[in-house]
């Protein structure tokens, strides 16, 4: 008995240990319901002050320096001198004012013709004959507006343009977060238009201008009047996010000048073979993995935390513990939260609703596709050829990953499967797209055709028949 007591001491002491430290990962979420005492405003603990995970973060930072130190040494032997010049981040980031002036008009657009449409209607709905009428006239005019506003203006400013990846990247992507954006305000603000007018209300609960305008900014794609706030903003831990954001992109520019560019440019002197294929694959998991990291780091957390913290926006759950899945299923859903549950909402519930649940199969059918497709249109835009290795991979391993690697799949030889599988498909990624990427300046084509368009340059790029030229 006295063993017994002492081992359910012991048991319990771990438990309050464990549970402490779990509260410190998901302060930030708690916060949203619960109110802060005074010490736990002074200090919101995140995931990177648990001493595991800050171990990992100082290990990538001492890579970094690693990077630093081979790429200083190296120029210092080739040129006699030290290098500093950082040309691709140079060259990625070209035309920036251009992409400054092209977002304004996309976001001042967004501010005002979403919002000038559903007010307009909101207004004349409920006293009109013409119901139907006027809501095929609204949303027509929407739709125009996201074809050739925010879709048709960006692309054709990237393309005619030809901006660097980078800036494409940017215009890209915050023309799909914007239209994405503009969709959740809409479908969230409609049905209650229209169910006020069922219960006759007096008045129509259109938002105001303001909840809006804090929508458009705050880290979600999810439309709500008002959202869970925190107290204060720590303006230093802006700053040290900002500063790990920039941090990230120097380490992206070491990743691709000693992991890449020297591997991927000596295509134009050998024939690819599949071979050379398969070697380039492997010695691209390293790169294509860290890119991986930096990417979630860069963006999942800092970006949108600083953005949160400057907003005072309480729902911090942009990501779960997706390194922990044993299924690709629960990777799916906690890799990136914001844009998982705007796909749960506005195209896997509404598909279910639309055929009264009866395609469960089908709806996540249609939001695979919607989410390879979206993905796709921003590498083929960004980079400047098509070559669906993304959308293939998405369809095809992810959707089979989806239901072979399903939630039943538990234990850590799973988890272990999950990251090797993940591990191969960004070094595909990497390799192929910088595959590619090469091949269209070693191999241009003076007049292409559509046929050629589609074809990917690096099938037919051999040494024989390129004109290489020296390209990022």
């Known amino acids: 008995a006295d063993l017994m007591r002492q081992f359910d001491t012991q048991v319990n002491e771990f438990m309050d240990s464990l549970i402490e430290e779990s509260a410190s990962l998901g302060s930030s979420h708690v ?6 005492s005074d010490k736990e405003k002074s200090k919101l603990s995140d995931l990177f002050e648990v001493n595991h995970i800050r171990t990992i973060y100082h290990m990538f930072i001492a ?6 130190f081979s790429t200083l040494v190296v120029d210092f032997i080739d040129e006699g001198r030290l290098v500093l010049e950082f040309d691709l981040l140079v060259y990625a980031f070209g035309q920036f004012p251009l992409v400054v002036v092209t977002w304004m008009c996309m976001f001042l657009s967004t501010l005002v013709v979403p919002y000038v449409l559903l007010s307009v209607w909101a207004s004349v709905y409920p006293t009109s004959n013409h119901r139907a009428l006027w809501t095929v006239l609204a949303g027509s005019l929407l739709l125009l507006y996201q074809g050739l506003c925010l879709g048709f203006l960006p692309t054709y400013v990237v393309l ?3 901006l660097p990846p980078a800036s494409c990247f940017i215009l890209i992507l915050e023309q799909v977060r914007l239209i994405m954006k503009a969709h959740s305000f809409i479908r969230e603000n409609v049905p209650r238009v229209r169910s006020l007018e069922r219960n ?5 609960d259109v938002p105001q201008f303001t909840q809006y305008i804090y929508f458009l900014f705050a880290p979600t794609l999810i439309y709500r009047d008002n959202y869970p706030r925190n107290p204060c903003i720590r303006w230093g831990y802006v700053a040290t996010t900002f500063s790990q954001v920039l941090g990230c992109l120097f380490y992206a520019y070491y990743i691709f000048v000693r992991l890449c560019i020297p591997q991927f440019r000596s295509i134009s002197m050998q024939l690819f073979d599949l071979r050379a294929m398969v070697l380039y694959v492997f010695n691209s998991i390293l790169p294509g993995v860290l890119v991986l990291f930096l990417a979630f780091f860069a963006f999942l957390h800092c970006w949108l935390n600083a953005f949160a913290e400057m907003l005072r926006f309480g729902d ?3 990501y779960k513990d997706w390194w922990n899945s044993t299924s690709f299923a629960n990777y799916y859903r906690t890799w990136n939260v914001v ?4 796909l749960y909402y506005y195209v896997y519930r509404d598909f279910l609703s639309m055929t009264q649940k009866r395609f469960r199969a089908a709806a996540m059918l249609v939001v695979f596709t919607v989410s390879a497709v979206v993905h796709e249109y921003v ?6 050829f098509f070559y669906p290795v993304m959308f293939c991979l998405f369809m095809c391993f992810g959707m089979v990953f989806n239901f072979v690697l399903n939630d039943r799949r538990k234990g850590p030889i799973w988890n272990v499967i999950m990251w090797t599988a993940l591990f191969l498909g960004q070094g595909v990624l990497i390799c192929l797209y910088s595959q590619e990427w090469y091949a269209q300046r070693f191999c241009p084509i003076q007049e292409p055709s559509f046929l050629d368009l589609l074809k990917p340059r690096s099938w037919t790029c051999t040494p024989q028949t390129n004109t290489a030229v020296d390209a990022h």
């Open 31 to 36: 916060s949203t319901v619960f109110p802060l």
């Open 316 to 318: 911090r759950m942009f």
């Open 379 to 384: 590498l083929a835009i960004c980079f400047g």
């Open 339 to 342: 844009v998982h549950d705007w």
């Open 63 to 68: 890579l970094l320096i690693l990077f630093i």
């Open 200 to 204: 006759k209300a007096n008045s129509l």
């Open 160 to 162: 005619k343009n030809g």
